[in-house]
């Protein structure tokens, strides 16, 4: 079995009986993530493949798959498609197929920003986006839990900041304590889109309100879900 070392798949390998790799596109603890392409018709897709045995990866495979499809309302949330097993040098690897998003980590977008962090509009028009996505996500009971910024596919597209929100995690059953540590990751991305303690001081009334010092209660009092959130994001005055 491939071990988190890499499955090493090449462009242009025959990937199941439908589609082709293109490219990788990342990995992580779980698995690695490659641009596949429907050999009958073209169309590009992503694919997850799992490094745990499908014995082992099963449960969280269809964790993932019901919640995907759960949210596919939500523009925030990649479209789940199918599962299906792959073998690769002999093994069978299960693996999760979604719609491909041309996007980049977070993370690398703001490193490769002027000062290596967002412009302070820039980052609060990025967590209104989050936020919007996460509040209909919680409309429905639902949490993510693990918001972070390698999480977060963004693709600029004019005045715009389209955004992609990937890998939930299996915190247990849905309940007010995980939605709000939602709440106070997406805070978090803000602050450390704008520099994190070196910077965040500097970045703006609105913004040092909005982080509280990271102080996840203080965060909690301002805002006490993320409707209350997106609310202030659309109604907070500049000062003139």
């Known amino acids: 079995m491939p071990t988190r070392r890499g499955f090493d798949l090449t462009p242009g390998r025959v990937f199941g009986d439908r589609y082709s790799v293109v490219q990788k596109l990342g990995a992580g603890s779980e698995g690695e993530v490659y641009q596949i392409k429907e050999r009958s018709t073209g169309v590009h897709r992503a694919a997850k493949l ?23 309302h939500c523009p925030i949330v990649l479209h789940y498609h199918h599962t299906m097993r792959v073998d690769v040098r002999g093994q069978s690897v299960l693996c999760l197929i979604s719609d491909l998003f041309d996007g980049v980590r977070l993370e690398d977008f703001t490193y490769e920003q002027r000062g290596r962090r967002l412009h302070p509009f820039m980052a609060l028009t990025l967590l209104h986006s989050l936020v919007r996505g996460l509040e209909k996500i919680h409309a429905v009971g639902e949490y993510h839990g693990d918001v972070h910024t390698q999480n977060i596919l963004v693709q600029p597209t004019g005045i715009h900041l389209n955004i992609r929100l990937l890998d939930f995690y299996d915190r247990g059953r849905p309940s007010k304590r995980l939605r709000n540590n939602d709440l106070v990751d997406a805070v978090r991305v803000l602050y450390q889109c704008v520099g994190g303690r070196k910077h965040y001081a500097r970045a703006g009334d609105h913004i040092r309100y909005i982080c509280a010092g990271m102080q996840a209660s203080l965060i909690l009092h301002r805002f006490p879900d993320i409707s209350a959130l997106r609310n202030h994001l659309e109604s907070f005055e500049w000062p003139t």
């Open 50 to 72: 799992y490094f745990q045995a499908p014995v082992d990866a099963d449960k969280q495979v269809v964790w993932s798959a019901r919640k995907l499809d759960k949210l596919q």
